[in-house]
């Protein structure tokens, strides 16, 4: 799984573009919002989080179609596939997803900061969003699994990734800012939110690898 996950950030890396997309869409998304928002500081400290968390959410789902697109058109998929007898093929999801993330999910977690600065975020809704982003995209990231892999052999199946998967991940997004906002908001929830984003990452870390691995064996059949 460590070789794949290698092999599987090295593309990610070469492949270029992935990574540096998903940014400047997050710096769009998160630039735009204060004009149509206005000039009110407060209001834009107050609503940041919601923001940022916002826009990881589209530039992680802008990522996702390249998942198995580079191994389906270089035919490792197949193999990939057909070697599930010796290796689960939910923990080869799982490892891709892995490295999917290191790729394009971790850069909008180290970008977070900046962003928030841009938006008069404090210290302390700066360093929650951070945080709950981390533990947060990579349940996005084990859902678009499922969406990617139902949608690897159409031509143009981003738009179907992004409509498959955007549902599942509202929970996610609600937790996620509930867990933010809660750090930095005296009579706001904080633990509970963040535990009910860690159970949805651990859980869909579970399902989503699963989901993924039954759309790409009835592929392959």
């Known amino acids: 799984m460590i070789a794949l996950i290698v092999r599987d950030v090295r593309l990610g890396v070469r492949a270029g573009g992935g990574a540096l997309i998903g940014i400047l869409f997050y710096l769009a998304v998160v630039t735009v919002a204060p004009f149509a928002m206005g000039p009110d500081l407060n209001l834009l400290a107050r609503i940041g989080p919601a923001i940022l968390w916002t826009g990881a959410l589209l530039a992680s789902l802008l990522g996702l179609e390249r998942l198995f697109r580079i191994d389906h058109e270089d035919g490792s998929l197949d193999l990939l596939v057909i070697a599930r007898h010796e290796t689960p093929l939910a923990l080869t999801v799982f ?127």
């Open 95 to 221: 490892a891709k997803c892995v490295a999917h993330w290191l790729v394009t999910g971790l850069p909008l977690v180290l970008v977070t900061p900046l962003l928030g600065l841009l938006l008069n975020m404090s210290a302390a809704a700066i360093g929650a969003t951070a945080l709950t982003l981390a533990i947060g995209t990579p349940a996005i990231t084990f859902i678009g699994a499922a969406g990617a892999a139902i949608a690897v052999s159409l031509p143009r199946g981003g738009l179907l990734v992004s409509v498959i998967v955007l549902p599942f991940t509202i929970p996610v997004l609600i937790f996620g800012v509930m867990a933010t906002l809660g750090a930095v908001e005296p009579f706001a929830p904080f633990v509970q939110p963040l535990a009910f984003l860690s159970a949805l990452t651990l859980f869909f870390a579970v399902l989503g690898p699963f989901a993924a691995a039954v759309a790409l064996k009835g592929l392959q059949d």
